[in-house]
């Protein structure tokens, strides 16, 4: 996994609102949670008190990757973007040459995939097997399954 990762200046905004969000609205609902679940007294038959820890562990651990995430993120101005080979943030519309089908995807960070948008990680497989291809070209993706061949057709921001 490369050092850095490439966002838009709306992406980094989008995960600096989040931890935000987890900060300084979710840290303080838990908490308070668990404060009126300890005020209720024996903690080891105190399912609530037991649920709002575990809550409180999975926001802790979500802040820290989100902290780290922006701590490494690097934001790409899109109108320098080099459109003539796949690069982070590119969008890149392929072929499946064995199933002659036609798929648009846009090259994102890790903290940014959604495949249902059409926003896949450019450390994936297919994302590492895109970079610096050129509209015309074949990029062969080892998958479980075998191999795919995807020919790039077009290149856009």
Not at 49 to 66: F, M, N, V
Not at 105 to 125: Q, W
Not at 141 to 152: H, N, S, V, Y
């Amino acid at each position: 996994m490369s050092k850095f990762q490439y966002y838009t200046k709306d992406g980094l905004k989008a995960l600096r609102d989040e931890l935000e969000q987890l900060e300084h609205v979710e840290r303080p609902r838990v908490s308070k949670e668990i404060g009126e679940a300890i005020d209720q007294g024996d903690l080891s038959e105190n399912a609530e008190y037991h649920a709002s820890k575990e809550e409180q562990s999975h926001l802790e651990t979500k802040i820290a990757e989100l902290k780290n995430t922006i701590a490494k993120a690097r934001i790409i101005d899109e109108s320098k973007l080099d459109l003539t080979k796949v690069l982070a943030l590119s969008k890149v519309k392929i072929k499946n040459l064995k199933l002659n089908k036609e798929f648009e995807y846009t090259l994102v960070a890790d903290a940014m995939t959604n495949i249902k948008e059409g926003k896949i990680s450019i450390n994936s497989p297919i994302g590492k097997g895109l970079l610096g291809k050129k509209v015309g070209d074949i990029a062969t993706i080892k998958i479980p399954a075998g191999t795919m061949d995807l020919e790039i057709l077009n290149i856009s921001r």
